[in-house]
């Protein structure tokens, strides 16, 4: 049983087809594979290029960043950070040293309104008392002048 069929005056025979078919189909896959290659080189390709493109701007901006460290290092430096800590604790032991002097003043507040209240009380006391001596003084007085 062989096949034979005439394309544009051309005799091809079974056998031909059965082992072209193969070939072409395997042709085609090569032909398509290349093709996807490519195409996959050229995307990779552009995808190195825009990195290398943002690689300058990160470029810029890694400048701009180590000058913003550059000048915070200078910053602390400059305001002795690392020794802050000496004088946060001294500052610490002043503030507890004024809350003591404070609790101790508040204490002689209170005596000396307490005081206060009581210097006061005399005053009064005292007033009665001078009015009553002066009061002796002038009966004295009198009674010089005039005795009985």
Known sequence: ??????I????IKGWMVA?????????AGGVWWSYDTLQRFYGVESGIQEVVDKSASFDK????LASRIQTLEQAVADNDVRGLNTKLAQLSTNMQQI?????ILLDLRSQVDKDTTITDGLGDTL?????????????YDELADNPL
């Open 1 to 6: 049983m062989s096949y034979e069929f005439s």
């Open 8 to 11: 544009g005056g051309y005799n």
């Open 19 to 27: 082992v072209g078919l193969p070939v072409l189909s395997s042709v």
């Open 61 to 64: 901006k890694a400048g701009e």
């Open 99 to 103: 809350l003591e002097q404070q609790k």
């Open 127 to 139: 007033d009665v008392l001078q009015t009553e001596i002066d009061d002796i003084w002038k009966a």
